[in-house]
């Protein structure tokens, strides 16, 4: 069983920054790869960013790549997500999630935990 709890959402200008954070506790955290998602109404979670925790090897969905950077603290279990630049197109509620897994997918499907979510908003 891994729980998930996410913290650092909230309400920013374009260009502002950001930064996400998901503190997992598991008996064990190995193999695991984790990611964030995010969501707006109406609309498929889209994958954001994934880490795999093992080597740190990361990957993130074209519209953020340079404005996000994805980080783990291995020493607290705990994912970062640092967002900068931020864009009105970017609101929405994301969530945190991770499986114990090999490769770093970006489908949603591929997780089974996941965080409650946390709000960002970003007004122009």
């Known amino acids: 069983q891994v729980q998930l709890v996410e913290s650092g959402g909230g309400l920013v200008q374009a260009g502002d920054s950001l930064r996400l954070s998901c503190a997992a506790s598991?008996?064990?955290?190995?193999?695991?790869?984790m990611g964030w998602f995010r969501q707006t109404p109406g609309q498929a979670r889209e994958f954001v960013a994934g880490?795999?925790?093992?080597?740190?090897?990361?990957d993130y969905e074209d519209s953020v790549k340079g404005r996000f950077a994805i980080s783990r603290d291995n020493s607290k279990n705990t994912m970062h997500l640092q967002m900068d630049n931020l864009k009105p197109e970017d609101t929405a509620v994301y969530y945190c999630a991770a499986n114990r897994i090999d490769l770093l997918i970006s489908s949603p499907n591929a997780y089974h935990y996941w965080g409650q979510g946390t709000q960002v908003t970003v007004s122009s």
């Open positions: 598991a008996p064990t955290f190995t193999n695991v790869v």
């Open positions: 880490i795999r925790w093992i080597d740190g090897h990361s």
